[in-house]
């Protein structure tokens, strides 16, 4: 019984929109690419992606399942982010 009242709770305290738009940000970036996805969202070769992801320290980490490799949409979105903010190497 005491379950059965915790669900009537959160059910009660959490508005129907809020939860919906949660729900549907979770969904895209829980949503699993493979190498050709990334590749062309990033406009660059699926090869570059799969040396970027099984280096020592990837820079863009894949999640295996069995023998895929897949990607994280949240992780290619924070490994394009890093691309942005990272100083040129160029000395003024």
């Given at each position: 019984m005491a379950t059965a009242?915790?669900?009537t709770a959160m059910q009660t305290t959490t508005p129907a929109s809020e939860t919906e738009e949660f729900a549907t940000s979770d969904r895209d970036d829980d949503r699993l690419l493979d190498a050709r996805q990334v590749a062309a969202k990033l406009g660059v070769s699926e090869r570059f992606i799969r040396d970027h992801t099984t280096r020592r320290?990837?820079?863009?980490p894949g999640v295996k399942l069995g023998k895929l490799l897949?990607?994280?949409a949240a992780d290619v979105a924070?490994?394009?982010?890093e691309l942005n903010t990272q100083p040129s190497s160029r000395r003024s």
């Open positions: 009242t915790a669900r320290s990837p820079r863009i897949r990607y994280r924070i490994f394009m982010a």
